[in-house]
């Protein structure tokens, strides 16, 4: 297939830190800037904010105030039923189900810290130190989902499949049972956008139009910078570590 042509990548903001969340700024109490953040998400009417392990809620995503169901929480997913919450503190081995007002902690079968979340329709996917986890049975009960114990160093859903990387390999699995290396070693963050693809950071940040069959290199412009985060919405912005925020 031929490779995906890319623009080139152009700098937005300078930075001295790691950029986790290169979303535009936000009133949020508590985050004197917006590289703190671990997370943010939307959820129905409302956006959700994590710093440091502080959870902060807002309406229009302007005007935050603190939200105590969320403190603690690294990263957040949701589905019809829930909210879905990695802790912040690495001693915490499960994961917070979040509904109704209370908070549940969840850890049947995990063996280690939830470093990554992801959700569809067959369950929750859990990215530890330990390997990857799946539960079938909203929180019930987790299971091995990867033959390979390795710690995931990234998770993330691209259509159909789920895709995790390891230090060694990164691969894609349409049903949780066979995975398919991708050829990719080192991959420290996966992103997928339906309008643009698979995105990895590897040696290089990588982008795939065919679900990681053929991959080209798409950091023009980066200056050799690691991308630690991207954003869509009209543009795409990519935080890094260390050299800022780029925009292309």
Same mark, same amino acid.
């Given at each position: 297939?031929?490779? #995906?042509?890319?623009?080139?990548?152009?700098?937005?903001?300078?930075?001295?830190?790691?950029?986790? /969340?290169?979303?535009?700024?936000?009133? #949020?109490?508590?985050?004197?800037?917006?590289? /703190?953040?671990?997370?943010?998400?939307?959820?129905?009417?409302?956006?959700?904010?994590?710093?440091?392990?502080?959870?902060?809620?807002?309406? +229009?995503?302007?005007?935050?105030?603190?939200?105590?169901?969320?403190?603690?929480?690294?990263?957040?997913?949701? =589905?019809?039923?829930?909210?879905?919450?990695?802790?912040?503190?690495? &001693?915490?081995?499960?994961?917070?189900?979040?509904?109704?007002?209370?908070?549940?902690?969840?850890?049947?079968?995990?063996?280690? $810290?939830?470093?990554?979340?992801?959700?569809?329709?067959?369950?929750?996917?859990?990215?530890?130190?330990?390997?990857?986890?799946?539960?079938?049975?909203?929180?019930?009960?987790?299971?091995?989902?990867?033959?390979?114990?390795?710690?995931?160093?990234?998770? #993330?859903?691209?259509?159909?499949?789920?895709?995790?990387? #390891? +230090?060694? /390999?990164?691969?894609?699995?349409? =049903?949780?049972?066979?995975?398919?290396?991708?050829?990719?070693?080192?991959?420290?963050?996966?992103?997928?956008?339906?309008? $643009?693809?698979?995105?990895?950071?590897?040696? $290089?940040?990588?982008?795939?139009? =065919?679900?990681?069959?053929?991959?080209?290199?798409?950091?023009?412009?980066?200056?050799?910078?690691?991308?630690? &985060?991207?954003?869509?919405?009209?543009?795409?912005?990519?935080?890094?570590?260390?050299?800022?925020?780029?925009?292309?």
């Amino acid at each position: 297939m031929p490779s #995906t042509v890319m623009s080139s990548w152009l700098a937005r903001l300078p930075a001295k830190r790691r950029v986790e /969340e290169p979303a535009p700024a936000c009133n #949020t109490p508590g985050v004197s800037a917006r590289n /703190e953040l671990s997370d943010r998400v939307f959820s129905g009417s409302d956006f959700i904010a994590l710093s440091r392990g502080s959870g902060f809620c807002s309406s +229009d995503g302007a005007s935050f105030s603190p939200d105590a169901n969320f403190d603690g929480c690294a990263q957040l997913v949701f =589905d019809s039923t829930a909210a879905w919450c990695a802790p912040w503190d690495s &001693a915490v081995i499960g994961v917070y189900r979040i509904a109704s007002g209370s908070r549940m902690l969840l850890a049947n079968g995990l063996p280690a $810290h939830a470093d990554r979340l992801a959700i569809d329709a067959s369950g929750l996917w859990v990215g530890t130190s330990a390997g990857l986890y799946r539960s079938t049975d909203a929180g019930a009960s987790f299971g091995a989902a990867m033959p390979a114990a390795a710690p995931i160093r990234a998770l #993330t859903l691209a259509g159909a499949n789920v895709v995790a990387a #390891t +230090d060694a /390999e990164c691969f894609s699995s349409a =049903d949780g049972v066979d995975w398919q290396p991708l050829g990719l070693a080192g991959v420290t963050l996966l992103v997928f956008d339906a309008a $643009h693809g698979l995105y990895a950071q590897s040696d $290089h940040l990588r982008l795939s139009s =065919d679900g990681g069959a053929t991959w080209s290199v798409a950091d023009s412009g980066l200056a050799g910078a690691r991308v630690t &985060a991207l954003a869509f919405g009209g543009q795409i912005y990519a935080g890094s570590d260390g050299a800022g925020v780029f925009r292309q």
